[in-house]
């Protein structure tokens, strides 16, 4: 004890304490690293959505031809690598108008993450919001609230999400709204739960002795210990997001058929997937890495952070 | 109930310079249950007409079984939980009512620890700022001053001032119980509730947590309401003690004539329950053992709710409430036999 406190009086200056809290953060997020680089699956997939966000954010640059370019003497060209009718400057083939599927693919992968972020945050701040009206003031609008949330959890949410694009119609912001409302309720739930399991501590109890409000015990005891929870919910809605946009966009209640998205390329597909397979794969192949990535990081981050799996 | 000295008190009104805090005829009921009719509802009588001062610079034993209340009190006197009727005076504020910037000055200055010393500190919160919490609520000092009031508070427990990064987890319990104590003390209180502050911790560390208490009273100066269900640990710590047994205050006394002299059954029963440190006086005859548990508060017995226990009770004891009645100064005792 005595060293400690010897220690102690060499720093009386602030800096010295804010450089350590410094030094301690950067710790957490140097093990965070440590760890994610020894779990091969988590670490394969942070690399190729550090990639997805890459070539989303320089499509412009990268992408070998325009999206909508369309060249009718280049249709239903095949991938370079099949011998039969291929040209070598249309990498994956085009499509039934002769569009680059290549590039198709990268202007895609915007959307896709425009959507599936979007689609997150909404969800989040609403399930956030909800969960806390349930767990602070209880009651009836607990009530009301998670059997709104039962009924959103009982109903297919694909289901929800054909009905109401149908209703509403379809569009990008369309699209963000769906999702949110067929996955907030996870958060909500999330938030509740760590409402009333924080609310009923000693270290709540002492701050509120403290004379401590609502909003600083949101914001220091119940969002920072839902924050690994609600991180793993957040991996596993992005992957959903994408299945969604994706499968909404392939019935044609998704984004508008204009916009090149993964979902609208199969959907374009339709048609002649079984003779030219391409159309459909390439953005399948894409759909279905980006999910599985999306999936590993979540399994990481709940074994990371210890979150037990509810 | 017959007129004692409390009464007197509750009568005159204003509280007297000395006293920190005068608790009168304090009462919470439990619902238990759902009923249709609020007639219908029963009631667990957690605290049923309690009443007791604090004195400046005193520390106040409140001792007792498990489910005799004892925490309910230190949560009302908190506030944390609101009480059925009667009234807390401290000041000019009645604990019981106060609001907004009444109720904000009393939580500033009446401060309470925790049993648990690890279910009472945030785990994702630094000591830093766990200490700070009441310092940013209250707005005292500056920011240089606070994290130099954080610095000191720290030394006083006897941790470092290097701390302050810490997480919970890397401390012991012994630690972790002095880190509450600075927290609470950070605000400077009048009053400190401490809510059987050693008992989940080793016997070892137990002694010294509880010195650190006393001196920290004489340098910061409140007085204490000291919850245990440990008698060595009230004699240890505290001037005055008061029993309490389903609700309700069997004993209350200076320590010296309780330890030395003590006059219900009930706390007969409890100091003759001490463990002695001296195997010669293991077969001690005088050792009286209660039967059982305490009875359930939903429905506590008739008269004197000790007597279902008790080795001396009379069929006049299911009839009678027993009054507290002083029987020589200061010493009070609820019992018709003694």
């Known amino acids: ?310 | 109930m017959e007129t004692t000295a409390q009464k007197q008190e509750v009568e005159q009104g204003t509280l007297p310079d000395d006293v920190v805090l005068r608790v009168s005829n304090l009462k919470k009921y439990f619902p238990v249950g759902k009923a249709f009719f609020k007639k219908n509802q029963r009631v667990v009588k957690a605290i049923d007409d309690v009443s007791f001062t604090v004195n400046n610079g005193e520390v106040v034993g409140l001792v007792g079984e498990s489910g005799s209340g004892k925490t309910t009190i230190g949560r009302m006197i908190m506030r944390l939980i609101d009480p059925t009727s009667g009234s807390m005076e401290f000041g000019e504020t009645d604990v019981a009512t106060a609001e907004g910037k009444e109720l904000m000055a009393m939580r500033k200055a009446i401060q309470i620890i925790f049993q648990d010393p690890y279910g009472s500190l945030n785990p994702r919160m630094k000591v830093g700022p766990i200490i700070r919490e009441g310092l940013d609520v209250h707005r005292m000092y500056t920011m240089a001053e606070r994290n130099e009031r954080i610095a000191k508070l720290l030394e006083t427990v006897g941790l470092g001032a290097s701390h302050v990064n810490r997480h919970p987890h890397e401390f012991s319990g012994g630690q972790r119980q002095r880190i509450g104590i600075a927290r609470a003390l950070a605000v400077s209180p009048r009053l400190l509730v401490a809510d059987e502050p050693v008992s989940a911790l080793d016997v070892s560390v137990q002694a010294q947590v509880l010195n650190l208490l006393q001196d920290l009273k004489e340098e910061y100066n409140f007085s204490m309401l000291m919850i245990s269900h440990d008698l060595g640990v009230v004699e240890h710590a505290c001037d005055k003690v008061i029993v309490l047994y389903l609700g309700k205050v069997m004993e209350m006394a200076p320590a010296s004539k309780l330890y030395s002299n003590p006059t219900h059954p009930y706390t007969q029963s409890l100091l003759s329950a001490m463990p002695i440190p001296d195997p010669r006086r293991r077969d001690d005859k005088s050792r009286i053992i209660l039967k059982g548990d305490i009875p359930s508060p939903i429905s506590p017995p008739s008269g004197c709710v000790f007597r279902t226990r008790c080795p001396i009770a009379t069929s006049e004891c299911a009839q009678v409430v027993p009054p507290l009645e002083e029987t020589s100064p200061g010493h009070f005792k609820a019992c018709i036999h003694r």
Do not use: C
């Open chain 1, 1 to 310: 004890m005595t060293t400690t406190a010897a220690s102690s009086q060499q720093l009386p200056s602030g800096e010295r304490k804010d450089s350590q809290v410094v030094a301690a953060k950067r710790s957490m997020w140097k093990d965070a690293l440590r760890s994610l680089y020894r779990s091969k699956a988590a670490f394969i997939s942070a690399i190729f959505l550090l990639l997805m966000v890459f070539i989303a954010f320089t499509a412009q640059w990268i992408a070998p031809h325009d999206p909508q370019g369309i060249d009718i003497s280049n249709r239903m060209l095949w991938p370079v690598w099949s011998d039969s009718n291929s040209n070598p400057i249309y990498l994956l083939g085009t499509d039934a108008l002769g569009r680059d599927i290549l590039s198709r693919l990268i202007f895609a992968s915007q959307m896709t993450l425009v959507v599936a972020i979007s689609a997150v945050i909404v969800s989040g701040l609403v399930g956030i919001f909800m969960g806390l009206i349930s767990g602070l003031f209880g009651r009836w609008m607990d009530a009301v609230i998670m059997r709104l949330a039962d009924l959103q959890l009982a109903f297919p949410s694909l289901l929800i999400g054909l009905i109401v694009m149908a209703l509403i119609g379809s569009g990008v912001v369309e699209l963000i709204f769906v999702i949110a409302l067929t996955q907030w309720a996870y958060y909500a739930r999330i938030v509740r739960s760590e409402v009333i399991k924080v609310r009923e501590t000693e270290y709540v109890q002492a701050s509120r002795a403290l004379g401590a409000g609502n909003v600083r015990l949101i914001f220091k005891h119940v969002l920072p210990n839902a924050l690994a929870s609600m991180l793993v919910v957040a991996s596993f809605t992005l992957a959903i997001a994408i299945y969604y946009e994706a499968s909404l966009s392939f019935f044609g209640l998704g984004i508008p058929p204009a916009i090149p998205t993964w979902g609208n390329m199969i959907a374009d597909a339709r048609n002649i997937m079984l003779r030219n397979w391409w159309f459909a794969f390439f953005p399948g192949v894409a759909i279905t890495l980006t999910v599985l990535a999306f999936n590993l990081l979540g399994d990481w981050v709940r074994d990371h952070f210890d979150v037990k799996a509810e």
